[in-house]
Nanobody, 120 residues
Framework: QVQLVESGGGLVQAGRSLRLSCAAN????????MAWYRQAPGKQRELVAS???????TYAEAVKGRFTISRTNGETTAYLQMNSLKPEDTARYFC??????????????WGQGTQVTVSS
């Protein structure tokens, strides 16, 4: 059983920072790429940032220069450092991982999400 658990969301004022964490738990052989998505009310889920197994990163244009994705802890934990937050960053943030479980098939796993609310 593989689970992704996000934490670190909350309510902050515009201009402040938050750091989201995503831990991949369970019987895991390897974690390949990991990514953060977000979904605001009434909008489609969108990719925020991704990091490959080799450490290559990509970012949505809206967050470039403000958000940083990283991985540590044997590459099974991903972080999203969010600086200079704006009200338009308000959304539920989801972590996803391309994971190969022990004795299982490689696939995409998703967390339950963590809410980020930025007040003006």
């Amino acid at each position: 059983q593989v689970q992704l658990v996000e934490s670190g969301g909350g309510l902050v004022q515009a201009g402040r920072s938050l750091r989201l964490s995503c831990a991949a738990n369970g019987n895991i052989r390897s974690v390949n790429s990991m990514a953060w998505y977000r979904q605001a009310p009434g909008k489609q889920r969108e990719l925020v940032a991704s990091i490959s197994g080799g450490g290559w990163t990509t970012y949505a244009e809206a967050v470039k220069g403000r958000f940083t994705i990283s991985r540590t802890n044997g590459e099974t934990t991903a972080y999203l450092q969010m600086n200079s937050l704006k009200p338009e960053d308000t959304a539920r943030y989801f972590c996803t991982g391309d994971i190969t479980p022990i004795g299982g098939m490689r696939g995409d796993y998703w967390g339950q999400g963590t809410q980020v609310t930025v007040s003006s």
